[in-house]
């Protein structure tokens, strides 16, 4: 395990030239936190640049994987520079692995979103498909590498690894893996982050040459408290917001680096292998997480009506299959009111998601009874 400070990296962390720090090599330090009345910016990557013909093809494929709510959805979204994966504020949004691809020079990037790790009474609970686990193992076995996406702001479970998280990298420890910790944007104290890092890695660090000093140390590895809710093998350490795209372009220029000379699986201006179909139904099933409390719309399933593209406009209808009239009443709010914000707010999306504009119709149905916004 290594990591890098840069000399940015020590004003950030609110350090001086005089602090005896142990440099460990975490990469994405640099611009990756703001002070605390810093404005939050959206930094993301540049455009995919042309291709050069006469250059050889080069190929790297992500599984992101961590437990529900840490951010994996925002984090491939913004790194790929395009909305392919669906994001709502509430746990398990995603539901089935998605394939987010950025092809940026002669390289290209496919990143596999999955569901988020769970255990069986979870699965019960959030009446979760029994494939649902099996999801990310299918992804994990198309990867050549594994980002494990942490929650750096919650202060109730950062300091441990989940034992879903360590499961899945014992399992499939023959891939290298890297640590990315999310929303580094919501600490305050950013000192904590390298103490963070220590715990996540196991204490395993790899000493390196300081920063200010002329003479380089001999390198040498040390273990402390070797422990089973953290991990050892981790190749790197990115540290960054998805939410407002710090410390992404510092990732994104280290898999550039990784990746395998190879054909492209795909074409240099595709972004998902999924169909429109799929990702408006999945839109819609994410707004209504965001506008319905509880555990109500895990109990609703969305259908594709109609789907049709005319003179450059997306036409298309989704149902929405309530259990009950109260259900679908809560659904629609007072005079539909509820029911037409959350169309409005999966247009916008949608608009975002085809760069086009689209033409949305939801409706409700309980019991033979229909609605429409």
Same mark, same amino acid.
């Given at each position: 395990?290594?990591?890098?400070?840069?000399?940015?990296?020590?004003?950030?962390?609110? #350090?001086?030239?005089?602090?005896?720090?142990? /440099?460990?090599?975490?990469?994405? $330090?640099?611009? =990756?936190?703001?002070?605390?009345?810093?404005?939050?910016?959206?930094?993301?990557?540049?455009?995919?640049?042309?291709?050069?013909?006469?250059?050889?093809?080069?190929?790297?494929?992500?599984?992101?994987?961590?437990?529900?709510?840490?951010?994996? *959805?925002?984090?491939?979204? &913004?790194?790929?520079?395009?909305?392919?994966?669906?994001?709502?504020?509430?746990?398990?949004?995603? !539901?089935?692995?998605?394939?987010?691809? %950025?092809?940026?020079?002669?390289?290209?990037?496919?990143? %596999?979103?999955?569901?988020?790790?769970?255990?069986?009474?979870?699965?019960?609970?959030?009446?979760?498909?029994?494939?649902?686990?099996?999801?990310?193992?299918?992804?994990?076995?198309?990867?050549?590498?594994?980002?494990?996406?942490?929650?750096?702001? &919650?202060?109730?479970?950062?300091?441990?690894?989940?034992?879903?998280?360590?499961?899945?990298?014992?399992?499939? +420890?023959?891939?290298? *893996?890297?640590?990315?910790?999310?929303?580094?944007? =919501? $600490?305050?104290?950013? !000192?904590?982050? $390298?103490?963070?890092?220590?715990?996540?890695? &196991?204490?395993?660090?790899?000493?390196?040459?300081?920063?200010?000093?002329?003479?380089?140390?001999?390198?040498?590895?040390?273990?402390?408290?070797?422990?089973?809710?953290?991990?050892?093998?981790?190749?790197?350490?990115?540290?960054?917001?998805?939410?407002?795209?710090?410390?992404?372009?510092?990732?994104?220029?280290?898999?550039?680096?990784?990746?395998?000379?190879?054909?492209?699986?795909?074409? +240099?201006?595709?972004?998902?292998?999924? *169909?429109?179909?799929?990702?408006?139904?999945?839109?819609?099933?994410?707004?209504?997480?965001?506008?319905?409390?509880?555990?109500?719309?895990?109990?609703?399933?969305?259908?594709?009506?109609?789907? *049709?593209?005319?003179?450059?406009?997306?036409?298309?209808?989704?149902?929405?299959? #309530?259990?009950?009239? !109260?259900?679908?009443? /809560?659904?629609?709010?007072?005079?539909?009111?509820?029911?037409?914000?959350?169309?409005?707010?999966?247009?916008?999306?949608?608009?975002?998601?085809?760069?086009?504009?689209? +033409? $949305?119709?939801?409706?409700?149905?309980?019991?033979?009874?229909?609605?429409?916004?």
């Amino acid at each position: 395990m290594r990591y890098n400070l840069f000399a940015s990296s020590l004003k950030l962390l609110n #350090c001086t030239k005089n602090h005896n720090l142990l /440099l460990v090599n975490v990469r994405s $330090l640099t611009g =990756a936190a703001q002070t605390n009345d810093a404005v939050a910016t959206t930094t993301r990557p540049p455009p995919a640049e042309s291709r050069n013909p006469g250059e050889e093809q080069r190929s790297l494929h992500i599984a992101v994987i961590g437990v529900p709510n840490v951010g994996k *959805s925002t984090f491939i979204n &913004n790194t790929v520079n395009h909305r392919v994966c669906p994001t709502s504020a509430k746990v398990h949004t995603t !539901r089935q692995s998605n394939t987010a691809i %950025y092809t940026i020079g002669q390289t290209q990037l496919v990143f %596999y979103d999955t569901p988020g790790l769970v255990t069986q009474h979870e699965i019960r609970r959030h009446h979760l498909d029994q494939n649902f686990k099996s999801a990310y193992r299918h992804a994990i076995q198309h990867a050549d590498i594994i980002a494990v996406v942490h929650d750096a702001s &919650n202060a109730w479970t950062r300091k441990e690894l989940h034992p879903t998280v360590l499961d899945t990298l014992k399992a499939y +420890s023959n891939l290298p *893996s890297f640590l990315v910790l999310n929303k580094i944007d =919501a $600490l305050k104290s950013k !000192r904590l982050l $390298l103490d963070l890092i220590k715990t996540l890695t &196991n204490d395993t660090l790899t000493v390196g040459k300081r920063e200010v000093q002329a003479k380089s140390a001999p390198v040498k590895e040390i273990r402390i408290n070797k422990r089973e809710s953290s991990w050892s093998h981790f190749t790197d350490v990115f540290l960054v917001s998805a939410l407002t795209g710090n410390g992404l372009q510092e990732m994104q220029n280290y898999l550039v680096g990784q990746a395998k000379p190879r054909d492209w699986k795909y074409p +240099s201006d595709m972004h998902t292998d999924s *169909s429109p179909e799929a990702l408006i139904v999945e839109s819609v099933r994410a707004r209504l997480l965001d506008y319905l409390p509880q555990e109500i719309p895990y109990n609703l399933k969305c259908e594709i009506e109609y789907y *049709s593209v005319e003179k450059n406009v997306v036409y298309t209808s989704v149902q929405v299959q #309530c259990p009950t009239t !109260r259900i679908e009443r /809560l659904i629609c709010g007072e005079g539909n009111g509820k029911l037409r914000q959350i169309t409005e707010r999966v247009t916008s999306d949608l608009v975002e998601m085809f760069g086009q504009a689209v +033409s $949305l119709t939801i409706s409700t149905v309980s019991k033979g009874k229909k609605t429409a916004a």
